[in-house]
């Protein structure tokens, strides 16, 4: 344990070190190291997400959302990376930017306006900028805008291609022309299926230029390129607009990325920009400001960001723990959901929470079957979810047959959906639809004990070093509240709650030592644990309420939590700010993601040193620190409360923005 102390210290200074080279302000970050370590930050709209790397128009991938193919043959799914219509390779007199020397190498990210900017000078000859957008507007649809300055005399080309993953079969492309309304419009498309389930995804782009410059075009299958010179001290400044359509969202994905690259030329890039703009100015209605801490407010504003980049309203989807930046975890939807990103999400803006918790209800057939397969009636929702909803967890582990409390984070997370916005209608045509076969599942999952009480025999905890156990404090817990909430969707539905639903959530096991600490599972001897579990029976499921217990469990626990995930942090510092901690609060605070962050934007991990990223399900965990511990918002069958917390003391201020659907905010000071 010493050396792994050590080990992590050095990389947390390394990192530490690195980011130091960073700029940091409320809504940017920028870095001017162009050394590693060096890990790309996302730009996605919910739609698409596109990674950038620090070399000259590097673009690593592009992410589709929630479009999956087999990792092997006869493998589980796997999401797809797209192809890539985003290459840019740029050339000075005839050599490529990206061999040439470079100086005043400069990124920005702009959180505010979801863009990422590169300027540098190549080769003493050209001062070049661009600016890359997943366009929020057009969830399909990314822009790299560029501006070229001659700083010398100078012949300048640039091709597009795209860039095929090995996920596909080879690739076809075309080149394409048409005249709309006297314009003149040359484009490629490039199309490919995927090799093991046959998804079909087709990518266009097109380059954009002031017509009136002398610029020579050649578009052809291969490539589309244009060329000029340039005088020194001339501009010259081009569009990339492109846009990656798949089978699973249109059953004509070719012709559609031509239409959308089409519009976006017609539409013209100062009303593309302007409409990005604005969504995200609607987005952040919903914000948090920290006054007093400058480093904690762009970590949490980039937290934010993220969430934000991977979902949208009314697309009835979810974010995966990696959200849109890689295929970590294969694309799978988890209890990351419902537990981390999620609540975050249900208090600063109730259009995505809907969309999370209707990705869940569009898949009830598939968490029926499960429950049928497994010998269970209700719905049985699957570990690790894909696509179409059935189970997609690796064969080799023990998560997908048997972490079960997954189905009660979900019944859990529809009844908060209603306490949030009130909406009846919505409760009654799809939330208790939902709730009440969640409520019929565990009926049929739990055993009655000689005493009369009920018991869950044989599952994985939340703490997932803990396998093939009886009566774990979490699941047990979170079955009871699931319980409880079905039978008050019943009652407000007008439905009749059968009474057995009462008596399973009154009778249930929780464990406890002779001390009445709160025992993880039946038999649990003190060992290391993978994560918080225990600890959740107080936030966020409200069960353990007196403070005394609250602390008895908070002292057992953290010690015995391995150097995991970091959401445990962050569930632990939000106990200690409600029991009037502050100092300890963050001191717990900071440890759910400083030695996580990768260098220089400052992007968590899942777990520190590793350069996994971007761990969504961490941002959720260190938003509800913040929002539901310093601020002390709570979400119960009344709506939203503020109970009592604690800043630590360098902190002035938290403000949270935009909570709830009157868009209130809410504050809290010493």
Known sequence: MTRYLFVLLCQVLTATASMAQATHTDWQISTQSYADPYHGV???????????????????????????????????????????????NVSLDGRNVSDTPLSEWIQELDMRHALLRTTFVADSKARISYDIRALRNMPYAGVIHVNIEAIDDLFLSVDNT??????????KSSALELTVNDTQIRYRRSWATARHRGANVSASAVLLFDPEQMVDQNCSDERNRIS?????????????????????????????SDREVIYAVKEGMDRLISRHNALWEELWQGDIEIEGDDEAQQAVRL?????????????????????????????????????????????????IAESMINYRIDRLPGARHKALAYGYRGVMFPWESDDAGEEACPTWALTGPFEHHITADIGIAAWNYYCMTRDLNWLRKEGWSLLREVADFWTSRVERNKDNTYSIRNVVCADEYAEGVDDNAFTNGAVMKALQAAVKAARLC????????????????????????????????????????????????????????????????????????????????????????????????????QPNRVPPFGITAEYAGSTNCYFATGAGGMLQAVINGFCGLDISDKGITQNPSALPKHWKRVTVKGVGPDRKSYTRTH
């Open 303 to 351: 937290a934010l960001y993220h969430l934000y980049s991977f979902a949208r309203a009314d697309s009835r989807l979810s974010i995966p723990p990696y959200g849109l930046s890689s295929q970590g975890y294969s694309g799978h939807i988890f209890w990351d959901t419902e537990l981390w990103m999620y609540p975050p999400m249900l208090f600063l803006n109730q259009g």
């Open 162 to 171: 795209t860039v095929t993953p090995n996920e596909y079969e080879p690739a």
């Open 228 to 256: 000029i010179s340039l005088k020194k001290g001339e501009h010259f400044t081009f569009d990339l607009i492109a846009a990656i359509c798949s089978d699973r969202d249109f059953i004509d994905p070719w012709n559609e």
């Open 494 to 593: 007008g439905e009749k709650a059968p009474g057995i639903w009462t008596e399973i959530a009154e009778k249930i096991r929780i464990p406890h030592f002779e001390d009445g600490t709160t025992r993880e599972y039946e038999g649990y001897d003190g060992r290391l644990i993978k994560q918080a579990d225990a600890n959740l029976l107080a936030y966020p499921l409200g069960i353990v309420t007196n403070k005394e217990d609250i602390r008895r469990d908070l002292e057992y626990y953290e010690p015995r939590i391995d150097a995991g995930p970091a959401m445990s942090y962050s569930i632990l510092a939000l106990q200690h700010a409600r029991l009037g901690d502050g100092e300890k609060a963050y001191e717990l605070f900071i440890k759910c993601y």
């Open 42 to 88: 996302t730009l996605a709209n919910g739609g698409i997400g596109i990674l950038p790397w620090r070399e000259p128009f590097s673009i690593r991938h592009v992410m589709l959302n929630h479009v999956f193919d087999a990792h092997a043959e006869h493998g589980i799914s796997r999401v797809l990376p797209g192809l890539n219509p985003f290459v840019l």
